[in-house]
């Protein structure tokens, strides 16, 4: 066991030094020499570094600071203590980075795209982790608490398009809340590549003789539905239950973990699903 968490936490800080060092790239050499601030606490950050000359990381801590304090206020330390590592981690390389890499400033476009790509690339490699930079992820997660009947991406597009309109009033300039909408859907494309591809979400089945452990955890600490399905071993004839949760891509690493810790000799089958409909994911449209 002490192998494993040791293999664990090696692994959680490659991902978290090398996706902060592309993160730190795509903000020092892209979006904030072209004025371009991407929705989040980035992008309030960077906006902030415009007005006042705080450094972009600092300004980054200083504002998921609060957040964090309602987080463990409201969500508990667990759900926040690799958010809390990648968050500072991610704020250093920015700082520690920006004197020595060079600022591009020619095609605003292009600034845009890279800037996307990168962002995408390092961020992705900190969701697989069960992580999170905190900014308008963290934020709207605690938005859900007093708004639940409310999707989670809606709640995120929300804040950070209100984050993109501040930027776009603060530069005086509609092309850079434009170019800013550009890096948001790249790197929210290329997010999406690191972790699952381009599906919208997954199906997982779980066969463990901890079920009702696997289970209770997967409805706390991630606070996702569970369905029990009845079967029968068709080589031992026993009954069996199999647990049935429907999940987002970024929440996979998660359940895997709570299975590990339960039942670490567990039958996981994870399958990609094209969409998802019902309380907590897509709404049904009204005909």
């Known amino acids: 066991m002490k192998k494993n968490r040791i293999k664990e936490y090696t692994i959680d800080a490659a991902a978290f030094l090398g996706g902060s060092a592309l993160f730190a790239v795509a903000i020092d050499t892209f979006s904030a020499p072209n004025a371009i601030a991407p929705g989040g606490a980035t992008g309030l950050a960077t906006i902030f570094n415009y007005l006042t000359g705080l450094p972009i990381g600092t300004a980054i801590l200083l504002i998921n600071l609060p957040l964090f304090l309602l987080g463990w206020r409201f969500l508990g330390w667990r759900f926040l203590a690799r958010t809390v590592a990648a968050t500072i981690l991610t704020s250093a390389f920015i700082d520690g980075l920006a004197p020595f890499l060079p600022q591009y400033q020619g095609d605003t476009l292009l600034a845009a795209l890279y800037g996307g790509f990168l962002s995408g690339l390092g961020l992705g490699l900190v969701y697989l982790r069960g992580a999170t930079t905190g900014g ?14 409310v999707p989670m991406g809606k709640l995120i ?7 993109i309109l501040a930027a776009t009033v603060v530069y005086g300039t509609m092309e850079s809340g434009l170019y800013a909408v550009i890096m948001l859907f790249i790197s929210s494309r290329l997010i999406d590549g690191v972790l699952y591809g381009a599906d919208t979400g997954k199906m997982m089945l779980i066969v463990s003789d901890r079920n009702d452990t696997i289970a209770a955890r997967i409805l706390h600490d991630v606070e996702r539905g569970v369905t029990v399905l009845k079967a029968k071993g068709a080589y031992t004839g026993e009954d069996k239950e ?9 929440e996979v690493f998660q359940i895997r973990a709570v299975i590990k810790s339960a039942d670490p000799d567990a039958f996981i089958v994870v399958s990609d699903v094209g969409e998802i409909i019902g309380e907590g994911f897509k709404h049904m449209d009204k005909q």
């Open 157 to 163: 597009m929300a804040v950070d398009l209100v984050i």
């Open 136 to 149: 308008s992820d963290l934020g709207a997660k605690l938005l859900s608490l007093k708004f639940p009947h």
């Open 242 to 250: 199999v647990l049935l949760c429907a999940v987002r891509r970024q």
